[in-house]
């Protein structure tokens, strides 16, 4: 029979608070759990989402790069560069 420890979250028990080799086997058990729960995109949602984030990194690239062009202009003006 386990106990729930009463300083722990709820559901945890004093048995799952064992050696190392016990609590690797909850956690492998646990990720197991989550990742059946896990709802993968249809091919038509992944190229859509692929493609939205494609488009939004060009975008931000082009906004970077002409602030960097145009700062680095402002500096060489400044400092009298050519």
Do not use: H
């Amino acid at each position: 029979m386990t106990e729930t420890d009463p300083g722990s979250p709820s559901g945890t028990t004093t048995a799952s608070r064992g050696g190392p080799i016990a609590r690797l086997l909850v956690f492998l058990r646990q990720v197991v759990g989550e990742l059946k729960k896990v709802v993968y995109p249809t091919r038509d949602e992944l190229v859509t989402y692929t493609t939205v984030v494609l488009v939004f990194v060009a975008v931000v690239m082009t906004y970077v790069s002409l602030l960097d062009l145009g700062f680095g202009r402002l500096v060489l003006w400044v400092l009298g560069g050519s």
